[in-house]
């Protein structure tokens, strides 16, 4: 059943994920679920191609990203074998375009801590990107999934102050920051940067995000920008990184 799905959507082609993550959930989700014990052996990787439809290159892809997730281990000539029947859940984002960044608002809502205008000083400027001295709303919160009990990143967002009307739309609509101002002024906007990075946790958040202070996380800076140019929005988000995956697909044109 599963690999005849996973047959037709190399056929479909397109907008289909990785093949490799087609078989990645498969699997996780037998160990998870209990299906596959502890200390059991997966199949070969002949049979596992044979299952799935597709070839050796993806079947050892799918398990070196099982391993990296703890969920199995492999050995030269013993194969691979089940070692943990639980995971902490992860969170993958994809985001290949501006529109896609509807699906994500859409998917993890925003619940505000704390917010109010604040005046750009030297370091604030250096952070943004911004002159000094430019008034921005700032606002603080977490971002949730349903199903999971611990949020899945924090979130600090500043808005240009021109545009700080749509304060009153975040925590309580669904949607994007981005989209409201273009809805709100009438604007476009035509560019949007992202920066990943890695960095500690800082303690102040760490209990709430149900990780340890100091340890990894992955921090994701986006700056809006309308067509022309002018700075409007930049968001930070910071996952733990053990609880966080980033998909890209790269299409060549032509």
């Known amino acids: 059943m599963v690999g005849h799905s996973v047959r037709k959507e190399r056929e479909a082609g397109g907008?289909?994920?990785?093949?490799?993550?087609?078989?990645?959930?498969a699997l996780r989700q037998e160990i998870l679920s209990g299906a596959r014990a502890i200390g059991e052996k997966l199949p070969t990787e002949d049979a596992l191609c044979r299952r799935f439809g597709v070839s050796r290159h993806t079947i050892r892809e799918a398990l070196r990203q099982l391993r990296e997730e703890g969920l199995v281990a492999s050995r030269q000539g013993a194969g691979t074998t089940v070692v943990r029947?639980?995971?902490?859940?992860?969170?993958t984002s994809?985001?290949?375009?501006?529109?896609?960044?509807?699906?994500?608002?859409?998917?993890?809502?925003?619940?505000?801590?704390?917010?109010?205008l604040v005046t750009a000083d030297a370091a604030l400027a250096a952070r943004l990107?911004?002159?000094?001295?430019?008034?921005?709303?700032?606002v603080e919160g977490f971002r949730t999934v349903a199903g999971q009990e611990a949020p899945i990143c924090w979130t600090e967002v500043f808005v240009l102050s021109d545009y700080a009307g749509i304060g009153l739309m975040i925590g309580r609509r669904s949607g994007t920051i981005y989209s409201w101002i273009e809805e709100m002024y009438g604007?476009?906007?035509?560019?949007?940067?992202?920066?990943l990075r890695a960095e500690p946790m800082p303690e102040a958040i760490a209990a709430e995000l149900a990780c340890?202070?100091?340890s990894m996380a992955i921090g994701i800076?986006?700056?809006y920008r309308l067509a022309n140019g002018e700075l409007v929005e930049v968001a930070f988000n910071l996952h733990p990184a053990d609880r966080f995956t980033y998909a890209l697909t790269l299409q060549r044109q032509g």
């Open 212 to 214: 340890a202070p100091g």
């Open 94 to 116: 994809s985001i290949a375009s501006v529109e896609e960044l509807l699906q994500y608002a859409t998917e993890a809502r925003y619940e505000v801590d704390k917010s109010g």
């Open 85 to 91: 029947r639980a995971a902490p859940p992860l969170y």
């Open 129 to 138: 990107g911004c002159s000094v001295g430019q008034r921005w709303l700032r």
């Open 187 to 195: 604007v476009r906007i035509g560019e949007v940067q992202q920066v």
């Open 221 to 223: 800076r986006r700056a």
């Open 15 to 25: 907008d289909s994920p990785p093949l490799y993550r087609t078989v990645i959930d």
